[in-house]
Nanobody, 127 residues
Framework: QVQLVESGGGSVQAGDSLRLSCAAS????????MGWFRQAPGKEREFVAA???????????KYADSVKGRFTISRDNTKNTVYLQMNSLKPEDTAVYFC?????????????????WGQGTQVTVSS
């Protein structure tokens, strides 16, 4: 069992930055790849970024095209925490952001490959 708690959301202006955190707990959390997804009102949940598990020798990261070059995913294995640094935010980044954990290597970009989910944190970007 893995528990995930997101934090760091808020309301910002376009061009600003935010850093989301996802604190993971559970005996085997180091084995899980971690991902960030987001869901805007009236839209389906979409992939944002993902990173391989803590036990992967060379971390692999993946990004959605819409955030590539602006967002960075990272993990601090000593704190069991995954971060999403979001720079140059745009109004279209407004959504609830979810952290997720997957036992699948890759890391996967399909939400169905993820086993555990956090409760989400709201990010609102105004123009």
């Amino acid at each position: 069992q893995v528990q995930l708690v997101e934090s760091g959301g808020g309301s910002v202006q376009a061009g600003d930055s935010l850093r989301l955190s996802c604190a993971a707990s559970g005996r085997t959390v180091s084995r899980y790849a971690m991902g960030w997804f987001r869901q805007a009102p009236g839209k389906e949940r979409e992939f944002v970024a993902a990173i391989t598990s803590a036990i992967t020798w060379n971390a692999v990261t993946k990004y959605a095209d819409s955030v590539k070059g602006r967002f960075t995913i990272s993990r601090d294995n000593t704190k069991n925490t995954v971060y999403l640094q979001m720079n140059s935010l745009k109004p279209e980044d407004t959504a609830v952001y979810f952290c997720a954990a997957s036992i699948n290597a890759g890391p996967p970009i399909n939400s169905r490959a993820y086993d555990y989910w956090g409760q989400g944190t709201q990010v609102t970007v105004s123009s």
